[in-house]
């Protein structure tokens, strides 16, 4: 019996949904939304071996999410394209809507972390052209090497408290980091308030401010 085209598509997109069924692969597709990365760094990122990490970017690759290419001795991923990223804020947004777990965890655990409402991507670029502000990049240094926002300073989080005398006394600091569930920004803005300075987290994360078509610095050669 011959398969209906539509059943035949629906069927493409399940390879998609698929590849998305899995935690550490969402996980997978949110480092490689900070920018191209080996295989190597991406299971260290996510705390992965090698060989698990590179069976979940071979069912990210097959689905069409992720690409690679070699270079000398390594294989380095990224994302297809920023439709991955518009698919993933897709899927966050219906799942805070719809499922209750999500839900309890955003206001029990995000908003007990900081209940004050982050800086919009608007109003941000407004502050950073009247100098009214310093951007706070919490990642890791390859990270922000592959994009940044501009003018923004990297200290990853690990190192804040003993580099708090590092920025500029301006009257306000704006963290940001992987995206709306990185806690790294949340935690940065805990050590700088409770060291006297005013902050406020950037709203998402570098990758959706990237997707919104605003201005990207990068350091990489």
């Not at 398969?3 to 998305?20: D, Y």
């Not at 260290?44 to 097959?62: G, P, T, Y």
């Not at 941000?124 to 300073?153: C, F, N, Q, W």
Request: one cysteine or more; glycine letters at 6%.
């Amino acid at each position: 019996m011959n398969i209906p085209p539509k059943i035949s598509m629906f069927e493409q997109f399940a390879i998609v949904a698929k590849a998305l069924s899995s935690s550490q692969r969402l996980n997978l597709l949110e480092l490689l939304a900070q920018g191209e990365r080996d295989v190597e760094g991406l299971a260290k990122a996510a705390d992965l071996s090698i060989a698990n990490a590179s069976q979940h970017l071979q069912v990210l690759r097959r689905s069409g999410l992720v690409v690679s290419r070699k270079r000398g001795p390594y294989v380095l991923y990224r994302l297809s394209d920023d439709d991955v990223l518009k698919l993933l804020a897709a899927l966050r947004h219906t799942a805070e809507r719809h499922l209750a777990e999500v839900d309890r965890l955003v206001r029990s655990y995000f908003r007990e972390k900081d209940g004050l409402k982050p800086i919009s991507h608007n109003d941000l670029m407004l502050r950073m052209k009247e100098g009214l502000v310093t951007v706070l990049d919490v990642r890791s240094p390859d990270e922000y090497a592959a994009g940044h926002l501009p003018g923004s300073i990297n200290i990853p989080l690990k190192n804040l408290k003993r580099k708090l005398g590092d920025l500029p006394k301006n009257p306000e600091i704006i963290a940001y980091c992987r995206g709306p569930y990185c806690v790294l920004a949340y935690e940065a803005i805990a050590v700088l308030r409770a060291n006297g300075r005013k902050a406020r987290r950037m709203e998402d994360g570098f990758p959706e401010w990237r997707a919104a078509g605003l201005p990207v610095e990068t350091a990489c050669k």
